[in-house]
């Protein structure tokens, strides 16, 4: 069998490197901890929504390098007539990156929980007169299935967010609504079984936080926030789950500290 991933062609590289601090507008910067108050569950709402861009790129490592990542393993698996999925689409930055590699006949359906995150999303993609095919859904991912026709789907940071007890039935969903060859791209946060490397890995984590102008209380209070709605698995696990849904290959191509990119293939 001759093998099914397109050679690239001459296509431009995507440019998805987010804003820097001094290039957003103030009420754009992501303060939501900074008061110190008594936490709740963090909650993609409309405080979070309006400052969501500034926030995850300061608190996720190369998170540029994982988009432009994403949209160069992402164009050599979408394919004309089948749907590409965003499960977790928030303000549709993933989905712009991929709107400048993906091939136009390809549609874009954006999923997500929050009716905020997806009013960001609607308002950047009309902003960037985008014009291929595309739906925002909004969806629980608890819920049963929502991929159909996929020669792609993304999940970047959002497994993450779904209760174990949904995720195998979340990942069995995505194959079975995936035509083969079609590819899964998992990005995630994670914990280790080594206590000693997952102390020093979470303490690296909170020094780039430190380094891109969060403060000690900004960290802990969002770090009690996502305490009962962010649960990591390990590497292992994940693999595990993605080879035992049905994903026959299955490949690491990013990791920085307790942070990994997975790339899956049906």
Request: net charge neutral; hydrophobic share 45%; glycine share 6%.
């Amino acid at each position: 069998m001759s093998d099914p991933v397109k050679m690239p062609t001459n296509r431009p590289a995507p440019r998805v490197a987010p804003l820097g601090a001094a290039e957003r507008d103030a009420s754009d910067r992501d303060r939501v901890f900074a008061e110190v108050k008594p936490q709740t569950d963090f909650k993609f709402n409309k405080q979070t929504a309006a400052v969501f861009d500034d926030m995850v790129s300061r608190s996720v490592p190369f998170y540029g390098e994982m988009q432009r990542m994403t949209a160069e393993i992402a164009a050599d698996f979408a394919a004309p007539g089948t749907n590409l999925y965003d499960l977790g689409c928030a303000t549709a930055t993933t989905l712009l990156a991929l709107d400048r590699t993906i091939d136009p006949g390809v549609r874009f359906v954006g999923v997500d929980n929050s009716a905020d995150m997806l009013a960001k999303a609607r308002t950047k993609l009309e902003a960037a007169g985008v014009k291929r095919a595309y739906d925002l859904v909004e969806a629980d991912l608890h819920k049963g299935r929502i991929v159909e026709n996929a020669s792609v789907a993304l999940l970047l940071l959002t497994l993450q967010f779904v209760r174990p007890l949904y995720r195998d039935r979340l990942v069995a969903d995505i194959v079975r609504g995936m035509n083969d060859r079609g590819c899964l791209i998992l990005i995630e946060k994670l914990t280790s079984a080594d206590t000693l490397f997952n102390r020093l890995f979470i303490k690296y984590y909170y020094d780039m936080k430190r380094r891109n102008g969060y403060s000690d209380i900004e960290i802990a209070q969002k770090r009690e926030a996502l305490e009962n709605v962010l649960i990591p698995y390990r590497l292992e696990e994940n693999v595990e789950m993605l080879k035992g849904a049905g994903f026959r290959s299955v490949e690491v191509f990013f990791r920085w500290y307790n942070f990994c990119g997975i790339v899956a293939v049906k």
